[in-house]
T-cell receptor
Framework: KAGVTQTPRYLIKTRGQQVTLSCSPI?????VSWYQQTPGQGLQFLFE???????NKGNFPGRFSGRQFSNSRSEMNVSTLELGDSALYLC??????????????FGPGTRLTVL | DAKTTQPPSMDCAEGRAANLPCNHS???????VYWYRQIHSQGPQYIIH???NNETNEMASLIITEDRKSSTLILPHATLRDTAVYYC???????????FGKGTRLHILP
């Protein structure tokens, strides 16, 4: 099976712009979770989507949003970019979602730089 | 706040067993302990998970204390390629927020 793929791998934006990141989960996986990783920090959970519905949400402002399509592919959008949004954004997929012993498989990430 | 506590860094000699501790004193009965690692500039890699019993796979062993308040990840024969940040994660119920800690940066020394 192909792994989790994320596009683009690298992105440079300026403050105030908006950005959309894409994630394609492993075939058959219905849950997609998004994480932010900044230098010196651990992974921080953004949100989880399952069957096109947001099921869990972390402590991020409303500028961060996402959606999931019927084929389980997911997009994450960040509006009005700030310098602090520069980070590695990781997507993870799993068959049934978080909890209950399900295993998440991570993609390589999209490295976003905000200038 | 993360629900797990890990030392920020550890060293281990190549070829020796690396034992990475994790405290999760507030874990509840239906929560799993997961371990992931992240090698620089790559996405996190799943290692192992467990609920109550000790677990072993081709990568590592997971030892969970009887009271489930702590666990240890064991890499039996560490190699230089095991240099990474190791995350201990407690997965809560689906309706709760998922929080990662800062992990342990493991340095394997030649």
């Amino acid at each position: 099976k192909a792994g989790v793929t994320q596009t683009p791998r690298y992105l440079i934006k300026t403050r105030g712009q908006q950005v959309t990141l894409s994630c394609s989960p492993i075939s058959g996986h219905r849950s997609v979770s998004w994480y932010q990783q900044t230098p010196g920090q651990g992974l921080q959970f953004l949100f989880e989507y399952f069957s096109e519905t947001q099921r869990n949400k972390g402590n991020f402002p409303g500028r961060f949003s996402g959606r999931q399509f019927s084929n389980s592919r997911s997009e994450m959008n960040v509006s009005t970019l700030e310098l602090g949004d520069s980070a590695l954004y990781l997507c993870a997929s799993s068959p049934l979602g978080l909890g209950a012993g399900d295993t998440q498989y991570f993609g390589p990430g999209t490295r976003l730089t905000v200038l | 706040d993360a629900k797990t506590t890990q030392p920020p860094s550890m060293d281990c000699a190549e070829g020796r067993a690396a034992n990475l501790p994790c405290n999760h004193s507030t874990i509840s009965g239906n929560e799993y302990v997961y371990w992931y690692r992240q090698i620089h500039s790559q996405g996190p890699q799943y290692i192992i998970h467990g609920l109550k019993n000790n677990e072993t796979n081709e990568m590592a062993s997971l030892i969970i204390t009887e009271d489930r308040k702590s666990s240890t990840l064991i890499l039996p024969h560490a190699t230089l390629r095991d240099t990474a940040v190791y995350y201990c994660i407690v997965l809560m119920n689906r309706d709760d927020k998922i929080i990662f800690g800062k992990g342990t940066r493991l340095h394997i020394l030649p």
